[in-house]
């Protein structure tokens, strides 16, 4: 059976373990009740006087912030608590085949919950005549942001038996991402540091490689960023297991 | 169809597995003994792929579990200690999963579901959550899962344990059957069992192997010619261990 298959065959069961709880659905209506709240409330999408998106993915990383570790959470550390598993990594699968079938389960389960969004884009082209081009590279940018945001909390749900412990942990790496390049943070930094320090420690951060995306400019740069974040986190999360197992 | 050679396997400063050797062959039924913490269960998770050895050589039906252990992990069926299983999936959902993640597709998959849910006596609860069955119908849902590809090797790790006497009478008379044409090995603490299960039996005492023979030749190396008084013979209480390492 080809590595693919296998991938396909757990990420299924994965996604359906979401749907088969509660859980999957109170998260979307949180998600969509948040996303609209931001959007229309904190954004001022009315107020702003424009044909765009900019309110509603402005606050993206914020969202994601909390949201996407709790979906992440109990990735590893539920099948480590319940000992499944020792039943999935002695079934014939890789570990690899396993990190990744978990991982794009859940991040399609966030793709999903994106495109429930799809309200606001219907209301924004209802209203005026906005770019949709710059709206669909703005949905582009929100998925890898949710991709990375996952992936790292794959990776400290492979580290902690308790949930709650894996989603603290995963929150704060994520704000940690998102600080380095928030302005209160790089101002403050930019006092004694030379312009390049600020730069350099800034090109870590979320809201830097998110900025261009939401804003319409798909670069190269960022999606690499965003890809190499997601790759480090679950190679990361690899070698926690092989070290989990080795005892 | 399973050996094992020179294996051992170190947590740390402790050795839980110190030098094993011993063959599994087909229509053998052999009982793993040994007091608690003897590495009973850790010897299996070795033979499955779960954890690696330290050092030593594990071959499943000629294939090396060590370099490239999928094509023997297809052969096997393991029952984990705890018999864990996904708690919100459905023992449908669940048996599924599990033909399909071992290659069953279509037609060959519903037959393998419905084989396995026929052996194990699971048509009440077919399509109930894992979450609201019974310790029994958890236990033999986990058990179908093994046999569902009808695999050449079985290693269960306490099958019985936690079973009313009803159910541990199927359960050995289903371990009898099937190792007609199987290697099968499974730990036990019911000594019992042994006796009206096994064709040999290995006892293990603090990682090394202590005896090896076929339950009637164990029971002769006792005056009293019980198995009982053999084994509290030649294995010591985790007590008297306690107390020579205070010495």
Redesign the interface.
Same mark, same amino acid.
């Given at each position: 059976?080809s590595a693919s298959a296998?991938i396909r065959?757990?990420a299924r069961?994965e996604l359906?373990?979401y749907f088969?709880?509660p859980v999957a659905y109170v998260f979307l209506v949180i998600f969509l009740l948040l996303a609209g709240f931001f959007t229309f409330t904190f954004g001022g999408f009315f107020e702003r006087g424009e044909a765009s998106l900019g309110a509603f993915f402005a606050w993206m990383p914020w969202l994601f912030l909390l949201l996407v570790p709790a979906v992440g959470m109990r990735l590893w550390s539920d099948e480590r608590r319940?000992?499944?598993i020792?039943?999935l990594?002695?079934?014939?699968?890789?570990t690899w085949q396993a990190i990744l079938g978990k991982f794009l389960a859940s991040w399609l389960f966030l793709v999903i919950a994106l495109a429930l969004t799809f309200p606001v884009v219907i209301t924004v082209n209802v209203l005026g005549d906005p770019d949709n081009g710059v709206i669909a590279c703005g949905y582009v940018g929100s998925v890898l942001l949710a991709g990375a945001y996952l992936a790292l909390s794959c990776m400290t749900s492979a580290l902690a038996r308790s949930q709650v412990v894996s989603f603290i942990i995963a929150v704060m790496l994520c704000l940690i991402l998102i600080l380095v390049g928030f302005n209160p943070v790089t101002d403050l930094l930019a006092r004694w540091a030379s312009p390049s320090v600020v730069e350099s420690v800034a090109g870590f951060s979320v809201l830097t490689h998110f900025d261009g995306l939401q804003n319409g400019v798909i670069d190269t740069r960022d999606v690499l960023y965003f890809l190499s974040v997601i790759a480090f986190a679950l190679f990361t999360t690899d070698v926690i297991i092989r070290s989990h197992?080795?005892? | 169809m399973i050996k094992v050679e020179n294996l051992s396997?170190a947590?740390g400063a402790k050795l839980a597995v110190d030098d094993v050797s011993f063959e599994v062959s087909k229509g053998e039924v052999v009982g793993f003994l040994g007091p608690n913490g003897a590495g009973k269960s850790t010897t299996m998770?070795m033979i499955?792929?779960?954890?690696?050895p330290t050092c030593g050589k594990i071959s499943v039906c000629g294939f090396n579990m060590l370099e490239d252990p999928?094509?023997g992990?297809?052969r096997?069926g =393991?029952l984990?200690?705890?018999a864990? #299983? =996904?708690?919100?999936?459905t023992v449908r #959902?669940f048996l599924k999963?599990?033909a399909?993640?071992?290659?069953l597709r279509g037609e060959e998959c519903r037959r393998a579901v419905q084989r396995a849910v026929e052996t194990c006596f699971l048509e009440s609860v077919y399509n109930q959550?894992i979450d609201t069955l019974s310790k029994g119908f958890r236990h033999r849902t986990?058990f179908a899962?093994a046999i569902i590809h009808d695999p050449e090797v079985l290693v269960m790790d306490e099958p019985t344990d936690g079973l009313d006497p009803n159910q541990k009478h199927e359960a050995r008379t289903l371990i009898r059957r099937m190792g007609e044409n199987k290697a099968i090995i499974f730990s036990t603490h019911i000594l019992e069992e042994v006796e009206a299960v096994c064709t040999r039996a290995i006892i293990i005492d603090r990682g090394r192997i202590v005896a090896n023979g076929t339950p009637q030749e164990l029971k002769a190396r006792s005056e009293s010619g019980r198995l009982e008084d053999f084994f509290r013979a030649i294995t010591l209480p985790d007590t008297a261990h306690a107390v020579k390492e205070a010495a």
């Open positions: 059976m296998v065959i757990i069961r359906a373990a088969e709880s319940l000992g499944t020792e039943l990594l002695t079934l014939p699968v890789t197992r080795a005892g | 396997k947590f998770r499955t792929g779960f954890i690696p999928i094509p992990k297809r096997i =393991y984990p200690e705890s864990p #299983s =996904y708690q919100e999936m #959902s999963f599990a399909e993640i071992r290659g959550t986990c899962q």
